[in-house]
Nanobody, 125 residues
Framework: VQLQASGGGLVQAGGSLRLSCVAS??????????LGWFRQAVGKEREFVAAISLRGGGAYYTDSVKGRFTISRDNAKTTVFLQMNSLKAEDTAVYYC?????????????????WGRGTQVTVSS
């Protein structure tokens, strides 16, 4: 499974960006994947941002982005999106999309087997 993320860029604080991530699988296969977005800022560990269950059954967010970010999926286009509004300087990071065949949620956190290369998001204050 190959994942290609795009949509990053430079934006002023308060602005918006929409990230996209296309998977190189069929629509049927894609619908059976949980999908997620993670980010890693310079000098920090990678952190979970959002996830959406297979077949769009539910969406999950880290507290710092709730109410500002929205994850969605288009199975026909084998694409997962991350709409980011009211961006803050602390959202600056490389954003990675991820996919897991079946359910990704574990008692210890999230488990994804497939990862994209990442797209840079820079928010200027």
């Amino acid at each position: 499974v190959q994942l290609q993320a795009s949509g990053g860029g430079l934006v002023q604080a308060g602005g918006s960006l929409r990230l996209s991530c296309v998977a190189s699988v069929s629509e049927v296969t894609f619908s059976r994947f949980d999908l997620g977005w993670f980010r890693q800022a310079v000098g920090k560990e990678r952190e979970f941002v959002a996830a959406i269950s297979l077949r769009g059954g539910g969406a999950y967010y880290t507290d710092s982005v709730k109410g500002r970010f929205t994850i969605s999926r288009d199975n026909a286009k084998t694409t997962v999106f991350l709409q980011m509004n009211s961006l803050k300087a602390e959202d600056t990071a490389v954003y990675y999309c991820a996919a897991e065949r079946g359910y990704s949620r574990r008692s210890t956190g999230w488990a994804f087997s497939y990862w994209g290369r990442g797209t840079q998001v820079t928010v200027s204050s």
